[in-house]
């Protein structure tokens, strides 16, 4: 059965060809002497494997670039962060050893918290956040202001806390240094609360 059915194909492609010419004779005679039918056809089959392989390398290739692409945006973007929080890090020990804050008075009025703040060293403070406790000293409320003191000078202030039952405040400092906030929690100031 093998044999008539390549029998079947080779006949089949001579007529279709039959009085055509090609270089180095006809088309039959290519048949004939490059081998049976059957091996024709094979090696059709193995320059369609070639294309693939070169197709699967192409694919790979692409893949790799594609890759290497998001490894570099992912890298320089942790690197740029990296290196802001060394530098916020480095600031923060450097920079808030120049800040100091004291508290000279501290009372409260109804839910008016009256606060008298003095920067005594010689950097300006760009910020400052009241933390205020109650008398067990649980939070009872936070305000972030950008009240801003300059060196050495005396600034008192009115915050509405929203509550009455305040018994201890804390301020912490902020600056701002090359477009960081940095926020030097270790040199807060802290002050009982009084009724005025």
Not at 106 to 126: E, G, K, P, V, W
Not at 128 to 155: A, C, E, W
Request: hydrophobic share 35%.
């Amino acid at each position: 059965m093998k044999d008539s059915l390549n029998g079947n194909l080779k006949n089949s492609l001579e007529r279709s060809v039959k009085g055509r010419s090609v270089k180095g004779g006809s088309v039959k005679g290519r048949l004939v002497k490059g081998g049976s039918v059957k091996g024709r056809l094979v090696k059709g089959a193995r320059t369609k494997r070639a294309a693939s392989a070169y197709i699967s390398w192409i694919l790979i290739m692409a893949f790799v670039v594609a890759l290497s692409a998001f490894m570099y945006s992912f890298m320089t973007d942790y690197t740029k962060e990296t290196t802001k929080d060394v530098k916020k890090q480095v600031y923060n020990t450097d920079e808030c050893r120049t800040v100091s804050l004291n508290i000279i008075s501290a009372c409260i009025s109804s839910q008016l918290l009256n606060i008298t703040i003095q920067n005594t060293n010689y950097i300006r403070i760009d910020g400052l956040d009241f933390r205020i406790y109650d008398s067990g000293r649980v939070p009872v409320h936070t305000n972030q202001t950008n009240i801003t003191m300059n060196p050495n000078r005396v600034k008192p202030l009115t915050l509405d806390t929203g509550t009455t039952s305040v018994g201890f405040v804390e301020v912490v400092p902020r600056i701002y240094k090359e477009d960081l906030e940095i926020i030097c929690g270790d040199r807060k100031a802290q002050a009982d609360v009084t009724p005025c």
